[in-house]
């Protein structure tokens, strides 16, 4: 998109290089090798917030999070296994993994080291511009994907969803503006994401969720992202058409995560 906020163009132009070594470490015709050997399907990412939804359940999505480019190190004691598994105690629905090392201090390891001990869905919450990363979560041990409509276009979003699906991945698609939902409604994606956070100020605002979620015609589920503190702010959205809460610094920060992750589902 010609006006994508400078951080993630910052964030895009070094990912780009580092695929690139990537690629050349390993090319894609043995990523897709690795798929082939997988054992296990995909664990439904969507499925799993639909039926926590039907059974009354607060869906929230539990971010593993070392820290970020506006906040630098949430938690400096990060254990991304341990965490995996106290959200899995306490009631979250799906997990969202930080792949992305140079600005998130994620890994890609993370999701096969979760995967093997903990059943939730996990979503790979990286920038994705080009679709051997696709196959790259899939064989990596993810269930969902996320896009960012600030950074593709509708016929990249469109191709990527399809591979995803393809792959059996379900796909987060993440808007900011009224004038990414229109491009995120002409595709096929179910699931929406809304940031609360503004890219180009890091100004954080959960009435975006309330906003934009207005826009979305019955039949896709739309999940608030970012800046989600209290049970309050959970119940405030709730009755505003948000279906589901993707939630990572407020319970990174507290000493007690598992206790913090048991007052948001209420
Ligand atoms: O830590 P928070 O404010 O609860 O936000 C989680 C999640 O929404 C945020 O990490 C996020 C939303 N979209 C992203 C895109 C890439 C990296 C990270 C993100």
């Known amino acids: 998109m010609s006006d994508i906020p400078d951080i993630l163009k910052r964030i895009v132009d070094y990912k780009v290089g580092e695929l690139a070594r990537t690629k050349a470490d390993m090319p894609l015709a043995e990523v897709q090798a690795r798929i082939a050997d997988l054992e296990d399907q995909p664990r439904g990412f969507e499925a799993a917030i639909v039926n926590a939804c039907g059974s009354g359940w607060t869906p929230i999505i539990a971010e593993v999070k070392k820290g970020s480019p506006s906040k630098g190190v949430i938690r400096p004691d990060f254990d991304p296994l341990e965490t995996a598994l106290i959200y899995q105690d306490n009631g979250a629905t799906c997990l969202s993994v930080l792949t992305d090392e140079h600005f998130f201090l994620g890994h890609l390891g993370y999701l096969a080291l979760i995967r093997e001990q903990v059943s939730l869905p996990l979503l790979r919450k990286d920038f994705i511009f080009d679709p051997y990363q696709i196959y790259q979560a899939r064989a990596a041990g993810a269930d969902a994907i996320l896009l960012i409509a600030a950074m593709l276009e509708l016929p990249q979003l469109r191709e990527f969803s399809a591979l995803a699906r393809e792959l059996s991945l379900d796909v987060l698609l993440e808007v900011h503006d009224e004038a990414e939902m229109e491009v995120a409604l002409k595709t096929d994606c179910n699931l929406i994401g809304i940031n609360n956070r503004d890219l180009r100020s890091f100004v954080v605002d959960i009435a975006t969720s309330e906003r934009l979620a207005k826009l979305v015609p019955p039949g896709r589920l739309v999940v608030a992202e970012s ?40």
């Open 227 to 266: 800046g989600i503190t209290t049970r309050q702010e959970i119940e405030r959205l709730s009755g505003q058409r948000v279906h589901a809460f993707l939630i990572g610094e407020s319970l990174m920060r507290e000493p007690d995560i598992g206790a913090k992750l048991q007052e948001l589902v209420g």
